[in-house]
C-alpha cells in the first residue's frame, strides 16, 4: 500500500511538503516513486519522480525549479518539497510506484501501485 499525508490549505508563495510510505515486503530502495496530481474535469499531471536506480530525479515542467523528490529509504517513504507554491498548484496529489521500473516515469501507465492521494489547496 501507499499513504499519503502532509496535505492542506497553504497561502500563494508558502511552502509544502508531502510525504508518502510504502507499505511491502519488498526493498523499497528497488522501488521508482512518483508523484502525480489531478484537477477535477482534468487528465492526472506528471510532477515528480525519483528512479530505483538513483540515476537523478525527473520533474514536471510546470514545477521544475520549484519542486523537489526525494526518498528516505530508511522509512520507505518519498517526499515532495514543494516551495513558491500558486493557486494553480491546487490539486489532489497522488503517489505512486513501480517495483524495478525500468519504462518512462512521467507515466501512469508506467506505476502499479497508487495512494489515496492527498488535498493541496494554494489561495491567492
Known amino acids: 500500500y501507499l499513504e499519503e499525508s502532509g496535505g492542506g490549505l497553504v497561502e500563494d508563495g508558502e511552502s509544502l511538503t508531502l510525504s508518502c510510505s510504502l507499505g511491502s515486503e519488498r526493498t523499497f530502495s528497488s522501488y521508482a516513486m512518483a508523484w502525480f496530481r489531478q484537477v477535477p474535469g482534468k487528465r492526472r499531471e506528471f510532477v515528480a519522480a525519483?528512479?530505483?536506480?538513483?540515476?537523478?530525479?525527473f520533474y514536471g515542467a510546470s514545477v521544475k525549479g520549484r519542486f523537489s523528490i526525494s526518498k528516505d529509504n530508511s522509512k520507505s517513504t518519498v517526499y515532495l518539497q514543494m516551495s513558491s507554491l500558486k493557486p494553480e498548484d491546487t490539486a489532489h496529489y497522488y503517489c505512486a510506484s513501480r517495483f524495478n521500473s525500468r519504462g518512462d516515469l512521467r507515466r501512469e501507465s508506467e506505476y502499479d501501485l497508487w495512494g489515496r492521494g492527498t488535498q493541496v489547496t494554494v489561495s491567492s
Open positions: 525519483a528512479p530505483w536506480t538513483n540515476n537523478g530525479t
